[in-house]
């Protein structure tokens, strides 16, 4: 596996929660800065050593409602 990809969405309480599409692999955090780290540990605790992947790709959902 070359890489893995994340939905990253805003928290409806604040801070925002990633979850990876093909693996069972969900995690959370207050800042951007703080996520980025959580999700590099939770990849490297669900992959055994050396089968994890190269690129971590994060994909941002974000929703806006706006009236006419």
């Not at 990809?5 to 955090?29: M, N, S, W, Y």
């Not at 669900?46 to 971590?56: N, S, W």
């Amino acid at each position: 596996m070359n890489e893995i990809i994340f939905i990253v969405e805003e928290a409806p309480e604040g801070g925002f929660v990633a979850r990876a599409l093909g693996d069972a692999i969900f995690t959370e955090a207050d800042e951007l800065e703080s996520l980025h780290t959580n999700i590099r540990d939770a990849v490297r605790c669900h992959f055994d050593e050396g089968h994890a992947p190269k690129v971590i790709r994060l994909h941002f959902v974000r929703e806006q409602v706006i009236g006419l």
